[in-house]
């Protein structure tokens, strides 16, 4: 599975997150970050708009 | 004393004075001394806290005020649920001298009831990944084979129920964490439905997956304990206040007239099985059908749809809970749960809302499925155990999880054995009900159990 991200992008998402990683802790990531995107595609694909998030909000204060 | 017996045989005896809490204790004490240095089921055992439960629990049996049918019985706990006074560590070094000041709901319950608390149970790192060979303590080894992995997250809980060092125990299920190690193990383990039972004062991996519930070498036993952990918990934000039904009401009616549909595409498709699985479902079929319950075919969206909403909701969660300690002590964590967990980081807020708008259309399909349902049968595992150092670490994204559909749609799900594989491993079979209709699932997973043999053999490592 080929990755859609180049190193310098995927390097500058990693500076985003503050993980202190090491060089190879990163190539580590990148190697399998294909599959966290091809993941994400799987859930991104359209849904209706009243599609709302599985989630009940009880408002009261428990 | 018979090396091996379940909850509901140690409680009528127990009652009726016939057996001894102590003596229970005292040989299930021995059995773990015996055994886990082989098994490395327990990071702790309490051994004294244990001989003080089992003398009260006897002193209240011979003076004719029992607690009910746990009173007397030796357990443990998966070691993220809190324990007051008792490390409490998540297999983890970064909670490796962590000791809580108060038990976790479902811990209290459990003692309340009059269990013999045994000691702390194996679990990987925080309730994700393993096995881990880096980290303060080593990992669970499946019974049947030591040389194989139990599966996980609550491997200790299932190695130590399958070897007989302790009646049942507690797991957690964020992914498939009571189901994959109950399935390896050939136990019984039960994800309740989201919402029975508390997940207050048991570390947190994911807050909208997690689940908490028991692990027992019979459904029956299964429905036992839970009996007493499910309910009402006002601490738990997602606890749902609805009466407890009694699990055990339904056991022994048989499952004539139950219908029953297939996810067949899960298993002989989406993720196929071996041989040995699929043999194993097919013949839980046969049996369930020759009993009258009525067997009909039922498609859903792919497998992996399920898994790609479960995991991006998972990693987002777990990474949320986790992401101060991976900023701080990123290198105490073993490699295995902070690789994974890392990946959280990557995933934008948009990605994690459009998981959760995907959840709920897949909870609409499954509530659809199941309108005119009473149970679904899948696959829980795809084979027997695989050997410990063979385990991928990446395997949670390469191949879709059977688990994973019903923590996502908190749907109640049970592994149950149905038989055993070439290598002589446990092969088994995952039931799902409608929600919070966990008495039809013990129902039909006791039916099932008691109509074949499966559980009169036990791994020769523990004398079976």
């Known amino acids: 599975m080929t990755s859609t991200i180049t190193p310098e992008a995927f390097d500058a998402l990693i500076a985003q997150t503050g993980l202190p990683l090491s060089a190879e802790q990163k190539a580590t990531l990148l190697a399998v970050y294909p599959r966290l995107q091809a993941m994400i595609a799987q859930i991104t694909e359209p849904m209706p708009r009243e599609a709302e998030p599985g989630l009940i909000f009880v408002p009261e204060v428990r | ?464």
């Not at chain 2, 004719?64 to 809190?82: F, M, S, T």
């Not at chain 2, 036993?221 to 609805?242: E, F, H, K, T």
């Not at chain 2, 898994?307 to 992401?323: C, M, N, P, Q």
């Open chain 2, 1 to 464: 004393m018979s090396e091996f017996i379940t909850i509901a045989d140690a409680s009528k005896q127990i009652a009726a004075k016939q057996l001894s809490p102590v003596e229970l204790a005292k040989d299930r004490l021995a059995r773990a001394k015996k055994l886990d240095g082989t098994l490395h089921a327990f990071l702790l055992l309490t051994e004294d806290r244990a001989l003080a439960d089992a003398s009260k629990a006897e002193a209240r049996i011979m003076a004719g005020r029992p607690k009910g049918p746990l009173d007397g019985i030796p357990i443990a706990h998966k070691d993220i649920y809190n324990t007051a006074g008792i490390r409490t560590t998540g297999h983890s070094k970064l909670l490796e001298h962590n000791v809580p000041t108060k038990d976790a709901v479902t811990v209290t319950k459990l003692a309340d009831a009059g269990t013999v608390m045994m000691g702390k149970l194996a679990t990987h790192e925080f309730a994700m990944g393993g096995p881990s060979f880096d980290l303060p303590w080593p990992p669970a080894r499946n019974p049947w084979n030591p040389e194989h992995f139990t599966s996980g997250s609550s491997s200790g809980t299932g190695a130590a129920v399958a070897a007989g060092l302790i009646l049942g125990g507690t797991g957690s299920d964020t992914g498939g964490s009571i189901r994959g190690p109950a399935a390896l193990c050939g136990i019984a383990g039960i994800k309740p439905t989201y919402g029975l039972c508390s997940r207050a004062g048991v570390l947190p991996l994911s807050f909208t997956m997690d689940h908490t519930g028991p692990m027992a070498w019979t459904v029956e036993d299964c429905a036992i304990l839970l009996q007493v952990m499910a309910g009402y918990d006002p601490s738990d934000p997602a606890s749902a206040n609805r009466p407890t039904p009694n699990f055990t009401s339904e056991l022994g009616l048989g499952v004539k007239g139950l219908r029953i549909g297939v996810v067949r595409h899960f298993f002989e498709s989406d993720h196929p099985v071996s041989p040995a699985t699929k043999q194993g479902i097919d013949h839980a079929l046969d049996v369930l059908e020759h009993l009258g319950a009525e067997i009909r075919d039922v498609t859903l969206s792919p497998l992996v749809d399920y898994h790609a909403a479960g995991s991006i909701i998972l990693t987002s969660e777990a990474y949320a809970v986790h992401e101060p300690w991976l900023k701080e002590r990123f290198n105490d964590y073993g490699e295995l749960f902070r690789d994974r967990i890392a990946l959280g980081g990557l995933i934008r807020a948009s990605d994690y809302v459009q998981a959760l708008r995907r959840r709920r259309l897949l909870c609409l399909e499954l509530t659809n499925a199941m309108a005119g349902l009473d149970i679904l049968v899948s696959a829980s595992q795809t084979g027997e155990a695989p050997k410990i150092k063979e385990v991928p670490k990446w395997g949670n994204l390469e191949n879709p999880s059977l688990t994973m559909p019903f923590n996502l749609t908190g749907f109640p799900a049970m592994s149950v054995c149905s038989g055993f594989g070439v290598g002589g491993l446990p092969v088994c079979v995952q039931l799902i009900a409608k929600p919070f209709a966990e008495t039809t699932l013990f129902r039909v997973g006791h039916a099932y159990e008691t109509a074949t043999n499966w559980r009169a053999r036990r791994p020769a490592l523990a004398g079976g």
